[in-house]
């Protein structure tokens, strides 16, 4: 067998290994930047129209819930701001108030993490259309001994980080850990 069959032969064998990390240039697109959806530690700002007692600032609790006033613990984790000012609205509605008007805005969302060789890792704050680039921007860029082809990228809720190639600047989502591994030569 030729030594260029071989090799062919050998990346089939390990592309197709079940739960293992894609390679750099594997040809694995970007993660695709979904609809947001709130989580612990977002904060919200809701507003019920004329009605100042039910107006304020609530946090996403570890549970995914919001405590608001006269309905109680409301499910806020996996919805969208949208979903949730309907979901409030339908529980003011039944016996609270006759025609409730509720809009929800993120008032801040989780901190990204970023982490390896970037010059300042740690924790930053979560800016809307935040991408990879802008993640190494924000971390004071690349130390000499960054791999610079590929990032590891854990979103939230999922059980590992994955690699993707660094030829495509992909979106950061709110909770992101971003990690950028050591280059070897």
């Not at 062919?8 to 739960?19: N, R, S, Y």
């Not at 904060?43 to 006033?69: C, H, M, N, Q, R």
């Not at 495509?168 to 989502?173: G, H, Q, Y």
Request: charged content about 20%.
């Amino acid at each position: 067998m030729k030594w260029h069959m071989q090799i062919a032969l050998a990346g089939a064998l390990l592309g197709g290994c079940a739960g293992q990390t894609p390679l750099a240039g594997s040809g694995d697109a970007p993660p695709p930047a979904a609809a947001f959806t709130l989580s612990p530690g977002d904060k919200v700002k809701v507003a019920t129209y004329g009605e100042v007692a039910l107006t304020g600032d609530f946090e996403v609790s570890p549970g995914g819930t919001i405590a608001f006033p006269l309905i109680g613990e409301v499910k806020a984790a996996g919805m969208q701001p949208d979903q949730l000012s309907k979901t409030i609205e339908t529980e003011l509605r039944e016996g609270y108030l006759l025609e409730p008007k509720v809009s929800v805005q993120v008032a801040s969302f989780r901190p990204v993490y970023i982490l390896g060789e970037v010059n300042k890792p740690g924790e930053y704050p979560y800016t809307q259309g935040l991408t990879i680039r802008g993640a190494v921007a924000k971390a004071d860029g690349f130390t000499y001994r960054a791999n610079e082809k590929r990032v590891f990228l854990k979103r939230t809720g999922e059980p590992g980080e994955r690699a993707y190639p660094l030829t495509a600047d992909f979106a950061v989502l709110p909770g992101d850990t971003i990690r950028f591994g050591e280059r070897y030569f």
